[in-house]
């Protein structure tokens, strides 16, 4: 399809507990980037990946953070043993040639 | 990448011309600029992008200057959908390390269309 595709829309999560957010990038779009929206306008590059290897990961909190996009499956982003602070909007986003991405709706993650 | 300077907020009226300036003095020669905006909680939208030439496409006009330092987002038309948060980034042009990619957003500006 047309559109990048992010599940579930919203996510609760007591402190702690993991978390696990899905991302369909467009067919034949090769690269994928993660980011975190914490308060209006302020957007933090987390990840980024070229078919199934990690092209840029100097965004990642890597302690509680990983990141895979492997063949024939979504994407995903998972946050072990969340925070309080983790609680944000998680955009997934594809591309097929760094030009203009295509960004999913997003996952609000709310951690309690 | 180079950084950009947006004003917070504008205010439109509806059916008239909105410009949206942005200020990105330290761009190299091989960096692009590029507008999204987000609408509400939305995802961000790709608007348009420019090297040195003026782009047109159907959503909006973008005016670089001669000396790349500034430019300017024109949404001919504005509606109240237009009412959002727009960005204007820049970001290298080629695959030149693992930045290449990374959008860097900064505050935007709230642009809201009035009836």
């Known amino acids: 399809g047309e559109e990048v595709a992010q599940t579930p829309k919203h996510l609760v999560r007591g402190e702690g507990q993991k978390a696990k957010l899905y991302c369909a990038p467009i067919?034949?779009?090769?690269?994928v980037f993660w980011y975190q929206q914490v308060l209006k306008n302020e957007f933090k590059f987390l990840i980024s990946?070229?078919?199934?290897?990690?092209?840029?990961e100097t965004g990642m909190p890597k302690e509680r953070f990983s990141a895979k996009c492997l063949p024939n499956s979504p994407c995903s982003l998972e946050i072990q043993a969340t925070k309080l602070e983790d609680s944000a909007v998680y955009f997934c986003?594809?591309?097929?040639?760094?030009?203009?991405?295509?960004f999913g709706s997003g996952t609000r993650l709310t951690v309690v | 990448d180079a950084k950009t300077t947006q004003p917070p907020s504008m205010d439109c009226a509806e059916g008239r011309a909105a410009n949206l300036p942005c200020n990105h003095s330290?761009?190299?020669?091989?960096?692009?600029v590029y507008w999204y905006r987000q609408i509400h909680s939305q995802g961000p939208q790709y608007i348009i992008h420019?090297?040195?030439n003026n782009e047109t496409n159907e959503m909006a006009s973008l005016i670089i200057t001669e000396d790349r330092k500034s430019s300017t987002l024109i949404l001919p038309h504005a509606t109240l959908r237009d009412t959002a948060v727009y960005y204007c980034?820049?970001?290298?042009?080629?695959?030149?390390?693992?930045?290449?990619?990374?959008?860097?957003f900064g505050q935007g500006t709230i642009l809201t269309v009035h009836p």
């Open positions: 986003a594809s591309s097929q040639s760094i030009r203009a991405y295509t």
């Open positions: 420019g090297l040195k």
């Open positions: 067919k034949g779009h090769s690269y």
């Open positions: 330290t761009i190299s020669g091989n960096e692009y």
């Open positions: 990946f070229q078919n199934e290897n990690v092209f840029d």
């Open positions: 980034i820049v970001r290298p042009a080629n695959a030149g390390g693992t930045s290449y990619g990374k959008l860097t």
